[in-house]
């Protein structure tokens, strides 16, 4: 199976948790559905990322990355790349890529979809990540590291997240929620 029929029959398949929810979905497989490349940085001006939301074994705190370009504190995640075979190994491969974290357990099942505008995607104009969100837990005393893409790389209680944003925020409750349920 390719990335693209992965992701579709994935989208296609998805408990949305909300109506809003919902909306992205349907709009993620009109996206895929009318997109081959859809899931390529090259399909201008939107196109599907994954990312993943890292727990503590107790899920008290998230380990996020300062985003060079962005200067911001987000989730592990980014652009799909030739050899990903589904969107979780995607985004399993951008959390270990970002955080240095080997032994990460991802769950399959996405946890959110967010739709965002990315100024900083490219220099092409306005672009939109259409981001499937999964989430993963890190081993017990697993120790973290910088890469690149990132000014740190930090956990955070999960009551005292850096620039709260809606979309974070609501992410982290989410995945908290199926994590204890």
Known sequence: MTLHADALALLEGWAAPDPRQEELRRRYV???RAHPDGLTRDCRPDHLTASTLVLDPGGDAVLLTLHAKARRWFQLGGHCEPGDVSLADAALREAREESGL???VLDPVP???SEHAVPFCGGHGDVHHLDVRFMAFAAPGSEHAVSEE???VRWWPVDAL????PDLVELVALARARASG
Do not use: A, G, I
Request: aromatic share 0%; hydrophobic share 30%.
């Open 111 to 113: 946890v959110q979809l």
């Open 150 to 152: 990132s000014l740190d």
């Open 102 to 104: 080997d032994d990460l």
């Open 30 to 32: 009109e996206h895929l």
């Open 162 to 165: 850096p620039d709260p944003e």
